[in-house]
């Protein structure tokens, strides 16, 4: 019988690494066992993925990061993620473990794209990496981060969970030093303390804003600030004010967006909408479902040609605006 042949082996060591990289590490290290010849092959991938939930015991975890990073052969980490449980955090020193893989992926230089967890502020080596073009980060708190928030390169920015708090200053925008970021996703992200939370970039492209929650000093004079002259697609659904009081209501939500022409807008309470130049405006598409206990008890049938009148004020420009709005009350049976 005719021996099977092994095309994965035969394949360009090159084309091999790089099939592990796009592996989680611990899957990649374990191809050790496959033959000889796989032996060594793990040491050379230019992605690094670490991630507890692939582990038991946060023992076992640590001691593998760092037996990774004595084994890899010392050149440029291309891609790093790194995401510990905050579970995790709590039994052991997996922050010393974090700085310790951000400081190796730092070293040789070359980091393209960084995916991982802080609770705290920037590690420094990650500050002074210059190449990072994708950053993806979910955090607790970030204290003071326009002051170490200083990306060059980066196209790609993703936060998720996190809380911005600033001290001296009524307005934040910590995105105005990111000169070539086209892409800004934020989810479940809160401003602390101020009342206006700004967003600049120049060449922004493509903004997606989710569950935001904006507590500030002043509940009357609190907004969201969009200022970016080439953006192209924007999203924003639930927006949160503390305190919010409709006999108070201003523009809550401010867009400068010239080259702006896809924008699509949900919200489950009222909300005002100002725009300043949005002139290239193609599609606009609006969807209001207000609470169910909001729909009980309000007078919903004027409350909502009222919020229509304001979240479409200022966008009568666009060549076509879809409106959805949920009128139905819970029947009880």
């Known amino acids: 019988m005719k021996r099977a042949t092994d095309r994965l082996s035969n394949l360009p060591n090159p084309i091999i690494y790089n099939i592990l990289s796009l592996m989680d590490t611990k899957y990649a290290v374990r191809t050790c066992v496959l033959s ?5 092959h793990w040491r050379y991938i230019h992605s690094l993925n670490f991630d507890t939930k692939t582990f038991t015991k946060v023992s076992t975890f640590r001691k593998f990061v760092l037996h990774v990073l004595r084994r890899r052969r010392p050149f440029g980490v291309r891609r790093l993620k790194f995401l510990v ?13 974090e700085k310790k893989v951000s400081d190796y992926a730092a070293l040789y230089g070359g980091l393209e794209e960084l995916e991982t967890k802080f609770d705290s502020k920037f590690p420094e ?12 980060l979910s955090t607790y708190s970030i204290e003071d981060l326009q002051d170490s928030f200083d990306f060059a390169s980066l196209t790609t920015l993703q936060l998720s969970g996190t809380s911005f708090s600033q001290t001296h200053n009524n307005s ?18 809160s401003l602390d303390g101020r009342e206006i939370f700004e967003i600049s970039a120049l060449r922004l492209i493509n903004l997606s804003i989710s569950n935001f929650y904006l507590e500030g000093s002043n509940i009357i004079n609190e907004k969201l600030v969009i200022s970016a002259p ?4 924007l999203n924003i659904s639930n927006l949160e004010f503390e305190g919010l009081n409709v006999d108070y209501m201003k523009e809550v939500v401010v ?25 290239s405006l ?52």
């Open 36 to 40: 000889k010849t796989w032996l060594f």
């Open 85 to 97: 449980d905050y579970h995790y955090k709590a039994k052991s020193r997996n922050s010393s473990v």
């Open 125 to 136: 080596s990650i500050v002074q990496c210059q190449s990072l073009k994708t950053l993806k």
């Open 172 to 189: 934040f925008d910590i995105f105005s030093t990111c000169l070539n970021l086209e892409n800004l996703i934020l989810i479940n992200c």
């Open 230 to 233: 080439t953006l192209v697609n």
């Open 255 to 279: 867009i400068s967006a010239p080259r702006l022409k896809f924008f699509n807008f949900r919200a489950d309470h009222r909300q005002t909408l100002s725009i300043e130049k949005c002139s």
């Open 282 to 333: 193609e599609k606009m598409n609006v969807r209001v479902f207000p609470p169910v206990a909001w729909r009980e008890t309000y007078n919903w049938e004027q409350g909502y040609m009222f919020d229509l009148l304001c979240i479409t004020e200022g966008f009568y420009g666009a060549k076509s605006i879809d409106i959805s709005f949920k009128f139905s009350k819970v029947i009880n049976l």
